[in-house]
């Protein structure tokens, strides 16, 4: 028993899950209705995901503002953090309404979701108001995701600033409730991955659930979600990036011919860290500096996310189309903020676009029955949101490296300015 856990565990997670996905869509098919006998499965599995997201958006957000110093970022830090937030917005942004041309979730309906209650649109004031909790317990216990992001920023800088006052007690204190918090990610992430050892399982749940009582309409829908996050991906790859070289005189095709082995390493790895060594290899093939592509583009491979934006985009648009709810404008501002913080917390995180819906869909008041539905079509849709995801950290790298070289030090040596990041 022990070896065939061990063998399980060493399969590689997309295998697993899209193993998961294949076997229910055969239980489905062959036991029709019958097979909703598998639904707690599923159930089982979205209960645990809920049970995480919480904590890991905490606990991951205060010690990540504590191993980011501003002050030590320097002028490439300043350049290159606003083009990750706003280029992972506008991705957010394009799967939206890439999913609205497309309608994928039109026609298609989750068992139990006739029930689902859609919640009141707020304004785009309250959206902004509500991130400010009345009661910090209550936004914890009810999931509110923005109000948990401002409570972790809030306390991670509060934590940041007791660790660098010259008082040495306060230092001391500081310091601890930074190892606290590290401690406390340490053993999410640890909870996070025996989540995701069942995963299989609970996908297969779903799945089966869900074709079971819907045949192929559920795998026609699907279908039309994987087409809209490739088109979403097709527009921010060959006409956005393009556009964003072009404003900063950054020969376009050159660009694209220099960095194509990492696109394709990114393609067939489903994996920007995995793929970084190769990335770094083709940014200076494309005469991207050391001082900046050493910097950039680890630090991008961790945090800038534009293919899981598209993915968060698209994602939330299917959900709202099968349970029937007309997303508001303060909804959809509220689904890029939460999307963009999202992309980027979740980033690095073994099986990342499963938490990171699980926390657009939360905050969206979307049932995320879905994000298991759309779980078993990842080995599909990775491969592009991975190559989006690199696409975007070399572009990004090439954009900062042609402002700096302005600059009378751009030849010099950059000081270590390596952002920390915690163990995922």
Not at 28 to 35: E, K, R, T, V
Not at 216 to 243: C, E, N, R
Not at 365 to 373: A, F, K, R, T, Y
Request: proline share 4%; with cysteine.
């Amino acid at each position: 028993m022990i070896q065939l856990w061990n063998w399980y565990k060493k399969k590689s997670f997309i295998l697993k899950i899209t193993t998961g996905f294949i076997l229910g869509i055969i239980v489905g098919l062959i036991f029709g209705p019958s097979a909703s006998t598998l639904a707690p499965l599923g159930t089982l599995f979205l209960n645990l995901l809920k049970m995480v997201v919480v904590p890991l958006i905490l606990l991951t957000l205060i010690v990540s503002v504590n191993n980011s110093n501003p002050k030590e970022l320097g002028r490439i830090g300043i350049k290159i953090f606003p083009y990750y937030l706003i280029t992972t917005a506008v991705s957010l942004l394009l799967g939206i309404w890439i999913a609205k041309l497309i309608n994928p979730g039109i026609g298609l309906s989750m068992p139990g979701s006739e029930n689902f209650e859609v919640p009141e649109a707020p304004s785009a004031i309250e959206v902004f108001l509500n991130i400010v909790p009345t009661n910090i317990f209550q936004s914890l216990a009810n999931g509110d995701i923005l109000s948990v992001v401002f409570l972790a920023l809030v306390v991670g800088f509060a934590v940041s600033f007791m660790r660098h006052s010259k008082d040495q007690k306060m230092r001391d204190q500081g310091n601890l409730l930074l190892n606290l918090s590290e401690a406390g990610s340490e053993v999410t992430f640890r909870i996070l991955n025996g989540v995701l050892q069942y995963a299989p399982i609970g996908v297969l749940g779903i799945t089966a659930n869900s074709i079971g009582n819907q045949g192929f309409d559920t795998l026609q829908s699907l279908g039309k979600y994987v087409l809209a996050s490739y088109v979403g991906v097709g527009v921010q790859m060959f006409i956005i990036f393009p556009l964003i070289l072009l404003l900063f005189r950054v020969p376009v095709l050159k660009f694209f011919k220099n960095v194509r082995e990492a696109l394709l390493t990114a393609f067939v790895t489903c994996s920007s860290l995995g793929t970084l060594p190769v990335t770094l290899k083709a940014a200076k093939k494309a005469g991207i500096s050391d001082r900046v592509a050493d910097f950039t583009l680890p630090v991008g491979a961790t945090v800038n996310m534009n293919g899981s934006a598209i993915h968060f985009g698209v994602g939330v648009i299917f959900a709202a189309e099968i349970v029937g709810y007309d997303l508001s404008i303060g909804t959809i501002i509220g689904i890029i903020l939460t999307g963009t913080l999202a992309a980027v917390g979740t980033a690095g995180v073994p099986g990342a676009g499963l938490i990171g819906m699980s926390i657009v869909f939360t905050q969206a008041g979307l049932p995320i029955e879905i994000v298991g539905l759309t779980a078993g079509v990842n080995v599909i849709t990775d491969m592009v949101f991975t190559t989006c995801n690199v696409t975007g950290d070399i572009v990004g790298a090439a954009v900062v490296d042609k402002s700096e070289q302005k600059h009378s030090d751009y030849n010099e040596p950059v000081a270590d300015m390596t952002i920390k990041t915690i163990s995922k």
